[in-house]
C-alpha cells in the first residue's frame, strides 16, 4: 500500500522591506497611508507614534497591523471612524495580501463632504492596497522561506574559485550566500532551500573530486526579494 503523500507546509507570510506613502484623494477628504516594517508590536506603536506626532493636525489616523512569523498577532483602530469602517478593512487587505510584521497608518484630513459608511470602508482599504501596490512595483515587497544555514571549510588557496562556484550555484537554486570568514581555513557560508542540500553537496563534491563538504547547521527565516 502506498503512503499518503506529506501535508505541503503552507508558505510563510511575506512582508515590507522598506517603508512606502501613498496618498489617496476622495471627495476632498485626503487619505495618507504609510506603511512600514514592524517585527513586533512596539515597534508598529513607536511608528503610529511617529505619525501621529508628524501630522498632529489630522482628524484620525486609522491602524492595522500584522506581526509575528506566521501572522500571529492582528491589531487594528477605527481610532474615532465608525466602527468597522477602517482598522479592519485595512487589516483584511493585509491579510489577503498574506503579509505580516507590517503595520499599516492611514491618516485622514477630512474634506468637508460624508463618505458613508461604504465610502469609508473603499476608501480606507483602497489606500492600503495602493500602497501595496506601489511596494511592489518599487521593489520592496519580500516573501519569506526557511532555509538552511550551510558552511563549507575551503583551502584559502582555493577560496575564490569556490566562492564563484557557490556565487553562481546559489543564484541558479533559490539560495543565499553569506560573508565568508577567514582563520585557518577560509569558511563560506550560505542559505539553502532544504530540498536542495543534497544537490549542493553532488555538486560541491563533483566540483571538488570530493574533498569539500557543506556542513548543515539550523534553518532560518529569510526575506528574499518577491
Same mark, same amino acid.
Do not use: N
Given at each position: 500500500?502506498?503512503?499518503?503523500?506529506?501535508?505541503?507546509?503552507?508558505?510563510?507570510?511575506?512582508?515590507?522591506?522598506?517603508?512606502?506613502?501613498?496618498?489617496?484623494?476622495?471627495?476632498?477628504?485626503?487619505?495618507?497611508?504609510?506603511?512600514?516594517?514592524?517585527?513586533?508590536?512596539?515597534?508598529?506603536?513607536?511608528? @503610529?507614534?511617529?505619525? $501621529?506626532?508628524?501630522?498632529?493636525?489630522?482628524?484620525?489616523?486609522?491602524?492595522?497591523?500584522?506581526?509575528?512569523?506566521?501572522?500571529?498577532?492582528?491589531? *487594528?483602530?477605527? /481610532?474615532?471612524?465608525?466602527?468597522?469602517?477602517?482598522?479592519?478593512?485595512?487589516?483584511?487587505?493585509?491579510?489577503?495580501?498574506?503579509?505580516?510584521? @507590517?503595520?499599516?497608518?492611514?491618516?485622514?484630513?477630512?474634506?468637508?463632504?460624508?463618505?458613508?459608511?461604504?465610502?469609508? &470602508?473603499?476608501?480606507?482599504?483602497?489606500?492600503?492596497?495602493?500602497?501595496?501596490? &506601489?511596494?511592489?512595483?518599487?521593489?520592496?515587497? $519580500?516573501? $519569506?522561506?526557511?532555509?538552511?544555514?550551510?558552511?563549507?571549510?575551503?583551502?584559502?588557496? /582555493?577560496?575564490?574559485? @569556490?566562492?564563484?562556484?557557490?556565487?553562481?550555484?546559489?543564484?541558479?537554486?533559490?539560495?543565499?550566500?553569506?560573508?565568508?570568514?577567514?582563520?585557518? &581555513?577560509?569558511?563560506?557560508?550560505?542559505?539553502?532551500?532544504?530540498?536542495?542540500?543534497?544537490?549542493?553537496?553532488?555538486?560541491?563534491?563533483?566540483? *571538488?573530486?570530493?574533498?569539500?563538504?557543506?556542513?548543515?547547521?539550523?534553518?532560518? @527565516?529569510?526575506?528574499?526579494?518577491?
Amino acid at each position: 500500500m502506498s503512503r499518503p503523500d506529506a501535508p505541503v507546509p503552507a508558505a510563510l507570510p511575506g512582508t515590507l522591506a522598506l517603508p512606502v506613502d501613498h496618498e489617496l484623494v476622495i471627495k476632498k477628504s485626503r487619505f495618507l497611508a504609510h506603511l512600514a516594517p514592524a517585527r513586533t508590536v512596539e515597534e508598529a506603536d513607536a511608528v @503610529v507614534a511617529q505619525r $501621529r506626532k508628524e501630522l498632529w493636525d489630522a482628524r484620525h489616523h486609522c491602524v492595522a497591523l500584522v506581526v509575528g512569523t506566521h501572522a500571529d498577532q492582528q491589531r *487594528s483602530s477605527d /481610532d474615532g471612524e465608525p466602527s468597522g469602517t477602517a482598522g479592519v478593512p485595512m487589516l483584511e487587505v493585509l491579510r489577503r495580501r498574506h503579509l505580516t510584521d @507590517v503595520v499599516a497608518v492611514v491618516t485622514r484630513y477630512f474634506g468637508g463632504v460624508l463618505l458613508g459608511a461604504g465610502g469609508l &470602508v473603499r476608501a480606507y482599504s483602497g489606500a492600503v492596497a495602493e500602497a501595496l501596490d &506601489v511596494a511592489a512595483d518599487h521593489g520592496v515587497l $519580500r516573501r $519569506r522561506e526557511i532555509l538552511t544555514e550551510v558552511t563549507v571549510d575551503v583551502p584559502h588557496a /582555493d577560496a575564490g574559485r @569556490v566562492d564563484h562556484l557557490l556565487r553562481d550555484w546559489a543564484g541558479t537554486h533559490g539560495a543565499v550566500l553569506e560573508e565568508p570568514t577567514y582563520a585557518a &581555513v577560509a569558511r563560506l557560508a550560505l542559505l539553502v532551500p532544504p530540498a536542495a542540500l543534497p544537490r549542493l553537496r553532488d555538486d560541491l563534491a563533483a566540483a *571538488s573530486a570530493g574533498t569539500l563538504t557543506p556542513v548543515p547547521g539550523a534553518d532560518r @527565516v529569510v526575506d528574499v526579494p518577491a
